[in-house]
C-alpha cells in the first residue's frame, strides 16, 4: 500500500472514530461508543502503531469538536487508554495463536476490563472526582456516587460494580462489530 492510501485511511479512521465518539450510550455517569472498532480496523490493516495513532488523533479530534469531557480532558484520556487497551488484547490473542473470534474477543475483553478497572482505580475516577490519584481523593466514593443507590461498599466496590460490567458490554459491542467489519474488509481486500 502507498504511504498516501495509508495516510488517506488512516486519517478517514481517525475522522469515523471522532464521529463514532458523539453516538454514545448512556451507563450511569459515562456512556459507551463504539469508536474503538475503527482502531481496531487500523490494527488489523497495519499495526499497533497505526491503530494507536488513529486512537490518539479520534480523541483529539473529539476533544477539538466536543471540548474537554471532565476535569483535564479525561473523558478522552480514557478513550485513547481504552483503545490502546484493545489492541493490546488482541495483539495477545493474536500472538499467542488464538484464531477463534469468541476467544479472542472473551480475552481482549478481559484484558480490558482488567486494564481500565485498575486505571479506573488509581488514576481516572479520581480525576473525574477533582483529585490526582486514588490517595488524593479528600472524600468517599461510594457506588452511590454512580448513582448505584441501595448497595453499600467504599472505593473498590464502586469500581468493580461500575468498571466491570460497563467494560464487558462495551467489549461485546466493541468485538462484535469489530469481527462483522473485518470480514467484510478481507471480503472487499479479496
Known sequence: MSDTKRLTTLAILSALGAVLMLFEI??????????????????????????????IMKALVHLLFKGAVGPMAVGQITAF?????????????????????????????????????????????PLWFGALSVWHLGFDVTPASFGIDGLSGGYLTAIILVYVPFNILKGTLVLGLYHIIRRATIAYLE
Do not use: C
Not at 47 to 53: C, I, L, V
Not at 81 to 87: P, Q, R, T
Not at 102 to 107: A, C, E, G, K, T
Open 26 to 55: 448512556p451507563y450511569l455517569i459515562m456512556a459507551i461508543d463504539v469508536s474503538d472498532v475503527v482502531v481496531l480496523i487500523a490494527f488489523f490493516l497495519f499495526s499497533w502503531k497505526e491503530a494507536a495513532f488513529v486512537g
Open 81 to 125: 487508554l481504552a483503545s490502546i487497551s484493545y489492541v493490546i488484547g488482541l495483539s495477545l490473542t493474536i500472538q499467542f495463536g488464538i484464531h477463534r473470534r469468541s476467544l479472542q474477543s472473551l480475552v481482549t475483553i478481559l484484558m480490558v476490563t482488567f486494564i481500565m478497572s485498575v486505571a479506573n482505580y488509581f488514576f481516572i475516577t
